[in-house]
Structure formats: structure tokens, C-alpha cells
């Protein structure tokens, strides 16, 4: 019988979205759970710090029934101060403690970053982790850069021609500059909805309807980051689909995510009551086959590898549809959409799981084969 692989579960981070990656961290957690891994959780702090949970504390949570509400189900930033270091066998990494790295707690065979937001997928935790030469889960340096920025992302689909919104980008310094905001984005049709480049989780968004105060909206975003993105809003439907794969990704059915008034801000999707996703929506077969396609072709464009969530607006009035944008790692939990959407077609938790940590472990092997062609 062969050793388990082992896993390191990171998760929680310095960004908004951290209580979000603990709810996602363990989704993952369970979906591991009883299918050959060793598992290791691994918390970030929010000034950056590593804590490794401890066994019992992760079985304790992995273990308990799952709340109503993926929000007050995670796991939590506990244990002692740890590093990540090189392991003395290629593609893996130690876990050690941060004061005496003679003491180690764990060798991985391949990392999980459940992390959302700025430091966790916005490619500088790949990029430890490329350093580290260890296998990891999800898209790699350049297609989570591009992914986390709402700018670098949208530029990325134009050059392949992919629909999207009418936007406006300004910084911090020309906002200041400017003596009027409403001169920043002429031409586009209220509402708007301005964002930071570099935020999820609907965090740092406001919908900015006729009468509304532009410079609030402004302030809120630049809260969350110094670029600013001011997209002009769709009345239409919010449509969802999963993309998982490598070389020939493949995308999951589709999902819509209906909302009771107002639009899904961060209150609604993580502290409503009731569940807004709606798999599979009810959509003519050639909108949903058009989903499909589109979410492989923004997948493409951006470089991805392993998984990501595509978001689009569908205007059923033109039939038009826009890819909003890409979640290079998205909400894992088991009331999240990605499980959901290929829970649908027949793809379980745990196959997902399976699939990413073997992605994961190819592209690692792939490299290391290229890297000794070229030595």
C-alpha cells in the first residue's frame, strides 16, 4: 500500500476575505477527509504569521455536523508559530517551527491554498510556494495576478475578444486630482458599481444608482486598494459556471444566483438566510452552452490552471452576455457554487478535490521535466 499524500491546508490570510477562506479551508478539510490524505492545516494570520492547527483542534471542527450557514462553520487561526521550508526530498516542503527548524511537524507533498484576496490569490503565495518547489493546488503566478485584478483581468479578455461591461479605471492620485468625480466616468449609464481592483467577496463594492453619492462609492473602494474599477450595471441575470482542468479544462453546468432585492453584496451571500443559487438555471440550451464556452475561453485567456469560477451578467432583453469576472480560487465550501455547479453534472466534493490535487502534482511534474531538458 502506498503512503498517503500530504497535505497542507492553508488558509485565512491578511486580506477582507479572511473569515471566508476559513469556512472554505474547511470544506476542503472534510472533502479530504477518508480519501487517502494526510491532512495538515496551516493558518495565516492577519500580519502574515503561519500557526499550524493542532490535530485534534482540526479533527474536532472537520468532525462536528456542518452549520446552516457556511460563515459560522470554519476553521480557526490557532497553534504554534511555524515556517515553510524546503524539503530534503524535491517537491516537498516542512513544516517547522519558526524558532528551531530542526523541529519539524510535517513534510508535504502538495499544498491547498484555500486563501481569497490580496496574498493568497493574487499569485504572492504562489510564488512562495514556486520557491519552496513544492506542487500546489489552483492557478499559477501570472493567471492569479491577472484574475485578482479586476483591470489586468478585464484587459486580458479583450485581446481574446470576450464580452464585458463598459468600465472606467482611475487611481487614487487622479481621483484626488480630479474637481469632479463625475467627470472620471462619463459615458457610462447609471447604476454603477465601483470596486477595488483587488478585492472579493463583494467586498469594498457599492451600487451607485441616479442621486447617489459617487465620491462615497469612490472612498469605500480606495479603502481596499489604490486602483479603482467603475463598471457600468447590466439589468439582467447573474449566471455562474466552474471551469476544472488543465491542458483541456472542462466547464461545469450552470448556476444562477437569485437575489431578493438589491444586488449580492458580502451580507448576502455569506449572512442570508436563505440559499440564492439556483443549479442548474433555467436557460435556453444555447445561453448555457454560450456560458460554457465563454468560461473556458476566459479560463484560457488569463493562463489558468486547476480551477476557477466564472461570473457573467446575461441581459435577457439583447440576449447579450458579459463575463463580469474570474475567481481564480473561489468559495469552497459545501454551500458555495463551485461544488454546486459540478454537483450537478456529477462531479462530487470529493472527485473535485481528487482532481485538483493530481492537477496540482502533474503541472509540478511537468515543470521539473522541462527544467532538467534545459539544464
Known amino acids: 500500500m502506498s503512503a498517503p499524500i500530504r497535505i497542507g491546508i492553508l488558509f485565512g490570510g ?24 494526510r491532512t495538515v492545516a496551516i493558518g495565516v494570520t492577519r500580519s502574515g504569521g503561519f500557526r499550524l492547527v493542532p490535530d485534534a483542534v482540526l479533527a474536532e471542527l472537520r468532525d462536528r455536523p456542518a452549520a446552516d450557514r457556511a460563515i459560522d462553520d470554519r476553521l480557526t487561526v490557532t497553534g504554534p508559530a511555524v515556517e515553510l521550508r524546503a524539503g530534503p526530498r524535491p517537491g516537498t516542503v516542512l513544516v517547522s517551527t519558526r524558532n528551531a527548524p530542526g523541529a519539524v ?24 510556494l514556486e520557491s519552496l518547489d513544492v506542487p500546489y493546488v489552483g492557478c499559477g503566478i501570472l493567471a492569479s495576478a491577472v484574475g485578482m485584478n479586476k483591470v489586468a483581468m478585464k484587459r486580458a479578455l479583450l485581446a481574446d475578444g470576450i464580452p464585458i461591461t463598459p468600465h472606467v479605471t482611475f487611481d487614487a492620485h487622479t481621483y484626488r486630482q480630479a474637481d469632479d468625480p463625475a467627470k472620471l466616468v462619463v459615458g457610462l449609464r447609471r447604476p454603477l458599481f465601483v470596486k477595488p481592483a483587488s478585492m472579493g ?9 441616479e442621486g447617489d453619492d459617487l465620491a462615497a462609492a469612490v472612498e469605500e473602494a480606495l ?22 482542468g ?18 449580492f453584496d458580502y451580507r448576502q451571500k455569506y449572512f442570508g438566510d436563505a440559499d440564492p443559487m439556483v443549479v ?53 465550501t459545501a454551500h458555495s457554487m463551485y461544488p454546486k455547479v ?34
Open 14 to 37: 491578511p486580506s477582507a476575505e479572511h473569515a471566508v477562506s476559513c469556512a472554505s479551508a474547511l470544506g476542503v478539510a472534510r472533502a479530504l477527509a477518508g480519501g487517502g490524505y
Open 201 to 209: 467577496s463583494s467586498i469594498g463594492i457599492s451600487r451607485v444608482g
Open 342 to 375: 459540478w454537483a450537478a453534472v456529477g462531479v462530487g466534493y470529493r472527485e473535485v478535490v481528487d482532481r485538483l490535487v493530481e492537477l496540482a502534482r502533474t503541472r509540478h511534474a511537468e515543470r521539473a521535466a522541462t527544467a532538467a531538458r534545459s539544464a
Open 246 to 263: 488543465g491542458w483541456r479544462p472542462e466547464a461545469s453546468a450552470v448556476g444562477e444566483v437569485r437575489v431578493a432585492g438589491g444586488w
Open 223 to 244: 479603502r481596499h486598494d489604490q486602483l479603482v474599477v467603475a463598471e457600468q450595471g447590466v439589468a439582467g441575470r447573474e449566471l455562474e459556471c466552474a471551469v476544472l
Open 105 to 128: 511537524h510535517a513534510e508535504l507533498d502538495v499544498v491547498f491554498p484555500v486563501l481569497h484576496g490580496p496574498f493568497g490569490e493574487d499569485g504572492v503565495v504562489q510564488g512562495l
Open 280 to 332: 442548474p438555471a433555467v436557460l435556453p440550451d444555447e445561453v448555457t452552452e454560450r456560458v460554457r464556452e465563454l468560461s473556458l475561453r476566459a479560463f484560457a485567456a488569463i493562463g489558468g490552471w486547476g480551477l476557477a469560477r466564472v461570473d457573467f451578467l446575461y441581459d435577457e432583453t439583447t440576449g447579450e452576455l458579459y463575463v463580469n469576472e474570474l475567481n481564480t480560487m473561489p468559495g469552497f
